[in-house]
């Protein structure tokens, strides 16, 4: 080609990048309006959400800037903190590191008290023949602008991009590209000669690189897939694993990263290994240790697409078949009985990392034989850690390598002392924290304490929350940059949104300290506060149709929820604790933890503390529910009973017919049972929620009453029942209560000989329940496709489904009501017919994920598969 090359600009189905610089507070009006005009183009915003740093980052810039597609620059009065020893603004800095080529768009806000640096910018914009310059007057004006010309850029642009079919796979996506480096890459050059032998030798399938955190993993297999591109003609790729969560997520990330959008034409499996068919690729997945057990998907996959590569790095071995371990270690640092010298610290690339490090900290830093020794005292008392080295490189700031050195051979030996019951390298991180820590300020040094009572990932909306009243809580903002800037707080992407997180270490010496100063129960109540608020806003929409978008927001929130009801037991907020135990039931049930509710409620009671009646109700409720269905007895009756009770007296009637229908329950499963005690309880408590208009309680008591007539044998009064349940889960496009009255209903079909009508029935409850995440419904649906499956001699499939079933309750805890389980019968009258094809087929399930048993689950059928997204 020749000539300027333009860049590719793709669909909007693609998700452009658009890169967002501007200063923070001043525009924050304008970030949200611009934000939401990306957003309705279906194009992905690229936000710091600190706003242009006081210290431009410029490395981190311009690893952003190269991975995004469009510039648009928003300015309106303030230029910008200029730092010392800095020249330019943060948000200058932004502007000088955009590529030429990236198209820019540039907005203006009308005003008479801009900054005349600012207005120096400007006009040097304005002269910029790779830049639009226009100007606004308000957010809403800006919106609007922002999205036409966004429109008619990518308009402009589209012809450039329009190929008869991609030429290589790295073409099918702008979000697969491999991130580039802001630092240098140091001492890891036979560990990547050894890398590239694996990946050469086309013996192994899957290349793991293993070890744990701050070991530089990551680092390492993105200098790989750099390295290594020639191996793989047809692209490498690269998929962040970090803000996925969820095993069922893994497909669907693998599919966004490549571009693949999932029609449900077919699984989404089929339609990532046809997307790469016969082409040799490398595909990187980083950070994989959360989602370890779908490592079996990568089999599948490499299965399919033969001529597929994948660079894994996880903490821990994923134990499946094509997989080589590659163990990383730790850089060498000179050994004990060598004199440190220059020689010695020039050739050591633990070294040569700090030497790095410390002139990005202080530009003209290098190694001396002044300062050899020292250097390679410090990386011997890091252990070549390069995490550990890197916190103390950042310190050549402010401290000679004398004195760091110096500070760890105070620091160090006391405080590894003081927790011999860690491993050594540890012991080495903890000291190294400490030491590191000690030269924050006070504000920093109290935020990073406070945030030792979060639980995994949080949110800047759930920090600002808690720094109410905190000294750093009208900075907090510009102190949690602070801590990002030391490398002790990490900034992730995670489903759209910015999240902030502490390593595990951190996180324990940051609690640690809270303790040790009494801080600990301020910072708890004020966690549990937040999040207390947080479900209650989002606890209505637990029923209803926003039911399955209000599980994944709470799902996303469930480490530190659980940490919140800890908080309110802990600290004796008993009656808080009960409320937000009974707010929650709806997720508790679909999500199946109630264990963790129910061990809350034991501690709760344990306190001996004044409740109210409804607490105590609450209190006693919860561990009375898994005795209900697995060791129903008269004192589970009684317990019901004094629920029930309880809550009347608290004035809760919907709680108390929910008690009552739980207590008419228990009683369906005593082998004397009293039918006229039970009908007239199940019929008081659908008489009092529907009086109420509780549709969820309503619709899950009237399956109850159904049950009854089973019990009864009176299948048509059962089948009324559930006729009527399931109209009633309709009525409130509710999933959840759909899923069990369809389960329940598909399963007397079935029975009744309605073949055709129990599929249906249990395709739906499969597709709803998996689109919840509701494991229980799921597993029922899977029970009863295999029952379908038996009864049409499908040996094979109906012994594959019968073992993932089983092993999901194996593995989850499931409790499977006796007599529920409609497959057993049909499963082993066709294995008595063909016993070798279902042997085989459970041979399988045993060894399928969810989702793989899914597809087997559901028939050829384009519309119905397009209802059911990946798990």
């Known amino acids: 080609m020749t000539g300027v090359e333009h860049p590719v600009i793709r669909t909007p189905d693609q998700r452009i990048r658009v890169f967002v610089s501007s200063t923070l507070r001043e525009l924050a009006e304008e970030r949200d309006a611009v934000r939401s ?33 469009v510039f648009v620059g928003i300015y309106g009065d303030s230029y910008g903190w200029v730092a010392p020893g800095e020249d330019v603004s943060g948000l200058e800095d932004e502007y000088n590191l955009a590529p030429r080529a990236m198209p820019k768009l540039i907005y203006v806000k009308d005003t008479d008290t801009r900054d005349d640096r600012l207005k120096t910018l400007i006009a040097r914009i304005q002269a910029d023949d790779t830049a639009a310059y226009l100007h606004f007057t308000d957010a809403r004006d800006l919106e609007d602008q922002v999205a036409a010309d966004l429109a008619t850029l990518l308009a402009e642009r589209f012809d450039q991009s329009r190929r008869p079919e991609p030429t290589t796979a790295s073409e099918i996506s702008l979000a697969a590209r491999v991130p580039e480096p802001y630092t240098e890459t140091i001492g890891r050059e036979g560990e990547l000669a050894e890398i590239r032998a694996l990946l050469a030798g086309g013996l192994h399938r899957v290349v ?13 297999a993105i200098e790989a897939a750099h390295a290594n591109g020639d191996l793989f003609p047809d692209g490498v790729y690269f998929v962040p694993l970090e803000g996925v969560l969820e095993p069922g997520l893994l497909l669907p990330t693998i599919a966004y990263i490549l571009g693949i959008r999932d029609t449900g034409a077919a699984a989404l499996e089929e339609r990532i290994a046809q997307a790469i068919g016969d082409r040799h690729v490398l595909i990187v997945l980083d950070n994989f240790e959360q989602i370890v057990d779908e490592a079996p998907v990568l089999v599948r996959l490499y299965t399919l ?82 995490l550990a080295i890197e916190l103390a490189a950042a310190k050549i700031r402010l401290l000679t390598p004398h004195d760091v050195a110096e500070r760890l051979g105070q620091s160090l030996p006391l405080l590894s002392t003081s927790v011999r019951d860690l491993p050594e390298r540890h012991r080495t991180m903890r000291a190294t924290i400490d030491w590191s820590v000690g030269l924050l300020t006070q504000e920093q040094r109290t935020m990073l304490e ?109 480490p530190n929820l659980r940490a919140a009801a800890r908080h309110l037991i802990q600290e004796d907020r008993l009656d808080d604790a009960g409320d937000f135990a009974w707010t929650m039931l709806p997720y508790w049930w679909i999500c199946g933890y109630f264990a963790d509710v129910a061990l809350w409620m034991d501690e709760l009671l344990d306190k001996s503390l004044p409740i109210t009646p409804r607490t105590r109700a609450v209190a006693i409720f919860f561990p009375l529910w898994a005795e209900l269905w697995q060791r129903p007895s008269d004192q589970v009756v009684e317990g019901l009973g004094e629920a029930v009770r309880l809550f009347r007296e608290s004035g809760d009637r919907d709680a108390a017919a929910m008690a009552l229908a739980a207590k008419a329950s228990t009683r369906l499963q005593f082998p004397d049972l009293d039918e006229a005690v ?87 409850t499969l597709t709803l329940a998996v689109r919840l995440h509701f494991v229980d419904g799921a597993t029922y649906g899977l029970e009863g496709m295999c029952a379908i499956a038996a009864s049409h001699g499908e040996a094979w499939r109906a012994g594959a489904l019968a073992a993932v079933a ?66």
Not at 308 to 316: G, K, N, Y
Not at 681 to 694: K, R
Not at 820 to 837: I, Q
């Open 208 to 220: 793991s690189l293993i070890g744990p955190g701050g070991i530089g993993k990551s680092r390492l």
């Open 37 to 69: 005009a990306i957003e309705r183009l279906r194009l992905a915003p690229v936000m710091f959400e600190l706003g242009a740093r006081p210290h431009p980052p410029r490395d981190l810039y311009r690893s952003y800037l190269a991975q995004s597609d």
């Open 305 to 386: 697409a033969p001529r597929a590569c994948f660079l894994v790095t996880s903490r821990t071995v994923l134990r499946i078949r094509g997989e080589r371990v590659f163990e990383v270690e730790v850089l060498d640092t000179p050994a004990p009985e060598m004199p440190a010298t220059l020689a010695q610290a020039a050739a050591s690339s633990a070294c040569a990392l700090f030497a790095e490090r410390a002139a990005a900290a202080l530009p003209g830093f290098e190694l001396t034989p002044e300062n050899a020794a020292d250097v390679v005292e410090i990386c011997r008392r890091l252990d070549g850690l390069p």
């Open 806 to 871: 089983a092993t999901i309750r194996e593995t989850t805890g499931i409790y499977d009501i006796e007599g529920f389980a409609v497959h057993l019968e049909p499963l082993e009258t066709v294995r008595a017919a063909d016993p070798d094809s279902v042997a085989a087929g459970e041979r399988a399930g045993r060894e399928m994920g969810l989702a793989e048993a899914i597809a087997i689950a559901l028939p050829d059928d384009a519309d119905l598969r397009q209802t059911v997204p990946s798990w």
């Open 450 to 558: 406070d945030l030792g009572v979060f639980a995994a990932r949080f949110s800047l909306e759930a920090v600002e929350g808690v720094g109410a009243g905190r000294s750093w809580g009208d900075q907090a903002i510009e102190t949690l940059a602070a801590l990002i800037d030391a490398s002790l707080v990490q900034r992730v992407e995670s489903e759209g949104r910015s999240v902030f997180s502490l390593l595990a270490i951190v996180r324990e010496y940051a609690l640690g300290v809270l303790e040790a100063r009494d801080g600990a129960t301020a910072m708890r109540v004020a966690h549990a506060d937040y999040y207390l608020g947080l479900v209650r806003r989002i606890a209505p929409r637990l029923h209803g149709a926003e039911q399955i978008d209000a599980v994944a927001e709470l799902g996303l929130e469930l």
């Open 678 to 764: 039970a009908r007239a309880e199940l019929d008081e408590a659908i008489a009092t929620l529907h009086e109420l208009g509780d549709r969820w309680a309503e619709a899950l008591a009237v399956v109850v009453r159904a049950q009854l007539g089973m019990v009864r044998r009176d299948i048509p009064e059962a089948m009324r029942h559930l006729d009527r349940a399931v109209a009633i889960a309709d009525a409130a496009d509710d999933a959840f209560t759909r899923v069990v009255a369809g389960n329940n209903r598909a399963r007397l079909r079935f029975l009744l000989g309605e073949r055709d009508e129990a599929e249906k029935e249990f395709l739906l």
